[in-house]
């Protein structure tokens, strides 16, 4: 269990600030503190990769700008509405900017990144349709069951996302047996069994 989490980890960290505002929102915490609680973390997200001289990733300008652009809309508003829409706008916008090929290749190490750039590259769109049909779903639970809503942002994002995870991770470990590293990779610097790094 501890590979799937340190596999995982890189995109958490991207999209964390998302994550703490959701959670807080899903155990009913005041609108303002979960925002301002999502906001600080992306923040941190965000500045630490900006102290550490690294690229700051696409997700986690995203997680930065929805908990920007929230924070100023729920505080203006005070709209529960736009509490329930504001993940449909999220999920559309992360789907939108995950169609772009190739983005998942950042969260697999370089050494065995050829090996699975098929599958990597399907579970990146299969991610993108993922996030689509959550912002669908989740704009037709607001408008058609809002008293439901609270149930489902607390649950459907989570096991949606965690099944799609698995089945990946999966694939990809199957791939990755059924595509042995070759002489080439051992040039490349890659590390003998380097499918331990999944």
């Known amino acids: 269990m501890s590979r799937i989490l340190r596999v995982a980890w890189p995109v958490m960290l991207d999209t964390l600030g998302v994550l703490v505002f959701a959670v807080l929102m899903a155990l009913n915490v005041d609108v303002r503190i979960a925002t301002l609680a999502g906001l600080v973390v992306a923040l941190a997200v965000v500045g630490?990769?900006?102290v550490h001289r690294r690229r700051v990733a696409v997700l986690q300008w995203i997680s930065l700008a929805s908990v920007v652009v929230s924070s100023i809309a729920t505080w203006v508003t005070s709209d529960p509405r736009f509490v329930m829409a504001k993940p449909s706008i999220l999920f559309l916008v992360i789907g939108v900017v995950m169609l772009r090929g190739g983005w998942m290749n950042r969260y697999v190490p370089p050494a065995i990144a050829p090996r699975v750039q098929p599958e990597m590259t399907f579970f990146?769109?299969?991610w993108a349709v993922l996030?689509?049909?959550?912002?669908?779903l989740n704009a037709g639970v607001a408008i058609w069951h809002p008293a439901s809503w609270p149930a489902f942002i607390a649950i459907y994002p989570a096991v949606s996302k965690g099944v799609l995870f698995c089945v990946q991770y999966g694939v990809v470990k199957a791939a990755l047996r059924q595509r042995p590293a070759t002489d080439a990779d051992a040039d490349a610097g890659a590390a003998p069994d380097s499918q331990a790094a999944l």
């Open 48 to 50: 630490r990769e900006i």
């Open 124 to 126: 990146g769109y299969a």
């Open 131 to 136: 996030m689509l049909v959550s912002a669908a």
